[in-house]
């Protein structure tokens, strides 16, 4: 079975300075990986995605998040925290050609909250 | 350029009491989903559908129906409301099952049963 964990339940982080919001999986497979954030009362938007190819990838409003295969994270990073940012992250998981559309697995998800 | 739309936003429901989720999507997507988000436990897919026509029961399926009533609409229905239902729900598209690309959510349905 698939799973994803993000170990940290809020991130708190000054404006101005780097923001990490972490995230390990665990598949069997080769994984498609994902960011999702929420902002209050509203549903979840898409960020970034790693299907294959650079382990590096960026995403929308400066986002980006390293794929590192041999410790199966996907941390999601931003070098300059804006007080905007603060919200609900979420980190996806699913292994392709599992035969079904169904197994999109998510995360608890991640408070982050940036502060002047 | 709505996106995905879920009505209501708001429901209160009394133990027993039945209800339908509507959803609906513009953006000629083959596929569509209803999750439910709970407190500390993420989202959980309650039943998909890969295509018009077809539905499948997703991680937390009980208690609950679905029906893709054509490409752009898909419902949740409670036919006896527990609490345990109680959570915010949310409806979310794709293009089509492959998964290589992104899902386009509603804003959501705040249910709670008393």
């Known amino acids: 079975a698939q799973s994803v964990a993000q170990p940290e339940d809020q991130v708190n982080v000054a404006e101005g300075n780097p923001l990490t919001v972490k995230c390990t999986y665990s598949?069997?497979?080769?994984?498609?990986l994902f960011w999702y954030v929420q902002y209050p009362n509203r549903g979840l938007q898409f960020l970034l995605k790693?299907?294959?190819?650079?382990?590096l990838v960026k995403g929308s409003y400066g986002f980006e998040a390293e794929f590192n295969k041999s410790q199966t994270s996907f941390h999601l990073k931003k070098p300059s925290a804006l007080v905007s940012d603060s919200a609900l992250y979420f980190c996806a998981v699913r292994v392709p050609n599992t035969g079904t559309a169904s197994k999109l697995t998510f995360g608890t998800g991640t408070r982050l909250q940036v502060t002047l | 350029n709505a996106g995905v739309t879920q009505t209501p936003k708001f429901q209160v429901l009394k133990t027993g009491q039945s209800m339908t989720l509507q959803c609906a999507q513009d953006m000629n997507h083959n596929s569509m989903y209803w999750y439910r988000q709970d407190p500390g436990m993420g989202l959980r897919l309650i039943y998909y559908s890969a295509s018009e026509g077809t539905t499948d029961k997703g991680e937390v399926p009980n208690g609950y129906n679905v029906s893709r009533l054509n490409k752009r609409e898909f419902s949740l229905r409670l036919e006896s409301a527990a609490p345990s239902q109680t959570s915010v729900y949310f409806c979310?598209?794709?293009?089509?099952?492959?998964?290589?690309?992104?899902?386009?959510f509603g804003e959501g349905s705040r249910l709670t049963v008393l």
């Open positions: 598949v069997s497979g080769n994984p498609y």
């Open positions: 790693y299907i294959t190819g650079d382990n």
């Open positions: 979310a598209s794709s293009l089509g099952p492959s998964y290589t690309g992104e899902l386009f």
